[in-house]
């Protein structure tokens, strides 16, 4: 009898982000730890040339760029499996990680997943998800951090069912290409939507602090993303003026992004062309289970 391919659960996309040994090192812990129904598919903006011949276990794709957010996007069209997984450069998968975030797609309201990114000890870092304060918006937390308010994914380390990044790339243009925008916006049409962002805190990826994107606390960032906020979720309250101000000098935002959040207006209207509200379906008219094919063993592939 023929044997016939495995159709894969998930598709990993690992993007090439300015550092070909990190890639490298985090494309071999897939490889490691892969099962025999995962796609793998490798982004880069051109500059690669597979010196170890891994074409016929990975599918190599060209970008645009090397902005993370166009290594997304132009790897997204390669995918085939109902769940995506972003495993951003220098990042290390570990044994059976995939099957503990994919659990969680059995509950038909959870649209993205967040993995929790340790360090080589073992310690939980930042970067595994965001969350709202009063002073800064899309505060990144530890996995093992409650959430307050609203959270959402980072896109350089996520698991989310592939119609709805389909629906986010859609309404999300590809002149907002800062990740951190992006992330933002993307948790925030979820949210409109009805869908949840769930937290895998037995998902663990070996990340080191260094690698996440660039998030510096400045007028700009709070501007863009206070507009971000009152485009999408137009009714949800606004933090008050003093816990704003408590927050700016005590948490982690600044003066600058605090009165960057009070001016939004001056982005609104670039936002406003960027987001297109109407792209995501919501989860009333999409929720359901997930039916992935049967998990497959673990194929072990010894270190180069």
Same mark, same amino acid.
């Given at each position: ?8 659960? #998930? ?27 995962? =796609? ?71 649209? *993205? ?67 951190? *925008? #992006? ?36 007028? *700009? ?5 206070? *507009? ?13 003026? #003093?816990?704003?101000?408590? =927050? ?57």
């Amino acid at each position: 009898m023929p044997k016939f391919p495995r159709p894969p659960r #998930v598709s990993i996309v690992i993007p090439l982000q300015r550092d070909e040994k990190l890639f490298e090192e985090t494309l071999l812990s897939v490889l490691e730890n892969q099962t025999d129904d995962c =796609q793998i598919v490798a982004v880069h903006n051109g500059t690669y040339t597979d010196p170890f011949e891994l074409s016929d276990e990975v599918h190599f794709v060209t970008a645009r760029s090397s902005n993370l957010t166009d290594l997304v996007r132009d790897a997204f069209d390669a995918t085939s499996a109902p769940i995506i997984h972003v495993l951003g450069t220098g990042m290390k998968a570990r044994a059976e990680w995939t099957d503990r975030a994919l659990d969680h797609f059995d509950a038909p309201h959870v649209g *993205a997943v967040t993995p929790a990114l340790v360090d080589d000890t073992g310690r939980s870092v930042d970067g595994a998800h965001w969350s709202d304060s009063d002073g800064r918006f899309c505060q990144s937390l530890p996995a093992d951090a409650p959430p307050e308010g609203f959270a959402g994914f980072f896109i350089n380390a996520f698991f989310i069912r592939r119609h709805l990044l389909g629906n986010l790339l859609d309404a999300v243009a590809p002149a907002m290409s800062d990740p951190i *925008a #992006v992330s933002y916006a993307m948790g925030c049409l979820l949210r409109r939507a009805g869908w949840e962002t769930a937290s895998a805190v037995d998902c663990c990826i070996e990340a080191d602090g260094a690698l996440m994107p660039t998030d510096e606390s400045d007028l *700009a960032r709070g501007q863009v993303l206070g *507009a971000i906020r009152h485009r999408v979720l137009p009714n949800e309250p606004a933090p008050g003026m #003093v816990a704003m101000l408590r =927050q700016a000098l005590l948490g982690g935002g600044s003066l600058g992004e605090m009165i960057g959040m009070l001016r939004y207006r001056n982005s609104l209207s670039a936002v406003r062309r960027a987001i297109d509200l109407d792209c995501v379906a919501s989860v009333d008219q999409i929720a359901g289970v997930i039916n992935l094919p049967t998990a497959a063993p673990h194929l072990g592939r010894e270190a180069a």
